[in-house]
């Protein structure tokens, strides 16, 4: 029965705390990727702890730059959307006016309003959502942070980790420990290159169809 018990509160407090092992996890695992480029730069003596740095400066500059490549598509194609919707819902009204949906669509006669005032209506009733998704905006944006920097001190000292995680194991089992989590290494990195070859060719392949067919901000899509 106490083991029971203990395997309960175990998993009970493992889906509590599950947003706490995913972040864990995506640190660990941008860490490994960056301990590679790490690596690289300590060849060419640059100290760790600079190059760690040095690298998480670089991966976000990237990510900066290709939103700022593709900002100006984003805020065009959102100035047609709000030009165009406009008149796409009065077309869409004055269609369901000739067709014997209108029933439906207004049941209790005009004092429902047309369908874009039903739609304004529901868009002012949805305000009510607008904190919960900011709280898990800004949720979102501090998770974020504290896997760079998990990350980045991860990269800076990699064996400091790999011992603190041995200490955890009897020193009988150690080795066994120790070639598990080398494994481990190699073969989340491995996945990593495959899965970044994976969505490069994707996104080509996605931006030349696109291109071939002539849909606009193509690269952004």
């Given at each position: 029965?106490?083991?029971?018990?203990?395997?309960?509160?175990?998993?009970?407090?493992?889906?509590?705390?599950?947003?706490?092992?995913?972040?864990?996890?995506?640190?660990?695992?941008?860490?490994?990727?960056?301990?590679?480029a790490?690596d690289?730069?300590?060849?060419?003596?640059?100290?760790?702890g600079?190059?760690?740095?040095?690298?998480?400066?670089?991966?976000?500059?990237?990510?900066?730059?290709?939103?700022?490549?593709?900002?100006?598509?984003?805020?065009?194609?959102?100035?047609?959307?709000?030009?165009?919707?406009?008149?796409?819902?009065?077309?869409?009204?004055?269609?369901?006016?000739?067709?014997?949906?209108?029933?439906?669509?207004?049941?209790?006669?005009?004092?429902?309003?047309?369908?874009?005032?039903?739609?304004?209506?529901e868009?002012?009733?949805?305000?009510?959502?607008?904190?919960?998704?900011?709280?898990?905006?800004?949720?979102?944006?501090?998770?974020v942070?504290?896997?760079?920097?998990?990350?980045?001190?991860?990269?800076?000292e990699?064996?400091?980790?790999?011992?603190?995680?041995?200490?955890?194991?009897?020193?009988?089992?150690?080795?066994?420990?120790?070639?598990?989590?080398?494994?481990?290494?190699?073969?989340?990195r491995?996945?990593?290159?495959?899965?970044?070859?994976?969505?490069?060719?994707?996104?080509?392949?996605?931006?030349?169809?696109?291109?071939?067919?002539?849909?606009?901000g193509?690269?952004?899509?």
């Amino acid at each position: 029965v106490g083991i029971v018990f203990g395997v309960l509160i175990a998993l009970r407090f493992l889906w509590l705390a599950q947003s706490i092992f995913i972040v864990a996890f995506l640190g660990v695992l941008l860490g490994l990727a960056m301990t590679r480029a790490v690596d690289v730069l300590e060849r060419i003596r640059i100290r760790r702890g600079i190059g760690a740095a040095l690298v998480l400066v670089l991966f976000i500059g990237t990510l900066t730059a290709i939103f700022a490549a593709i900002g100006p598509s984003i805020r065009e194609q959102t100035h047609v959307l709000t030009r165009q919707l406009p008149m796409a819902m009065e077309s869409v009204e004055a269609w369901v006016d000739r067709t014997p949906m209108k029933a439906l669509v207004a049941p209790e006669g005009p004092r429902q309003g047309g369908l874009t005032a039903r739609v304004g209506r529901e868009l002012r009733n949805a305000t009510k959502f607008l904190f919960p998704i900011v709280s898990s905006f800004l949720g979102a944006v501090g998770g974020v942070v504290i896997v760079l920097f998990i990350a980045m001190y991860i990269a800076a000292e990699p064996g400091l980790y790999r011992e603190g995680m041995l200490h955890l194991v009897p020193h009988r089992h150690r080795g066994r420990a120790e070639e598990w989590l080398s494994t481990l290494r190699d073969t989340l990195r491995q996945w990593l290159i495959a899965r970044f070859i994976a969505m490069l060719l994707i996104g080509l392949i996605t931006a030349a169809g696109l291109t071939a067919l002539g849909v606009k901000g193509a690269g952004a899509l």
